[in-house]
């Protein structure tokens, strides 16, 4: 088990941009998937974004169909830390946002940190 260090997050205004971090606490190896999920009160955790690394090199990416376009993920293999950079932000993507990560250990959680967009 690991333990994921989020930062980040925050209060902005519909069309601005935020970032989000996440790190974790020990090394893992193999085939590793960080991402972002994400739940809005009343609704259920939907995935974000996630990236993959096998053996250090990083060769996937994946979004949510409700953010392609304005988030991006990116990743440091040899850190193991993942940073999100939201773009555009709009209100319906106030939630709280939790980082995982998907290793041989099997998957642990973030706590989770508050994302707020509201005029």
């Known amino acids: 088990q690991v333990q994921l260090i989020e930062s980040g997050g925050g209060t902005v205004q519909p069309g601005e941009s935020l970032g989000l971090s996440c790190a974790v606490s020990a090394r893992t190896s193999g085939s590793v998937t960080m991402g972002w999920f994400r739940q809005a009160p009343g609704k259920e955790r939907e995935l974000v974004a996630h990236v993959t690394w096998n053996f250090g090199r990083s060769y996937s990416r994946g979004y949510g169909d409700s953010v392609k376009g304005r988030f991006t993920i990116s990743g440091d293999s040899a850190k193991e830390t993942v940073s999100l950079q939201m773009n555009d932000l709009r209100p319906d993507d106030t939630a709280v946002y939790y980082c995982?990560?998907?290793?041989?250990?099997?998957?642990?959680w973030g706590q989770g940190i508050q994302v707020t967009v509201t005029s």
């Open positions: 995982y990560i998907d290793s041989t250990l099997g998957r642990d």
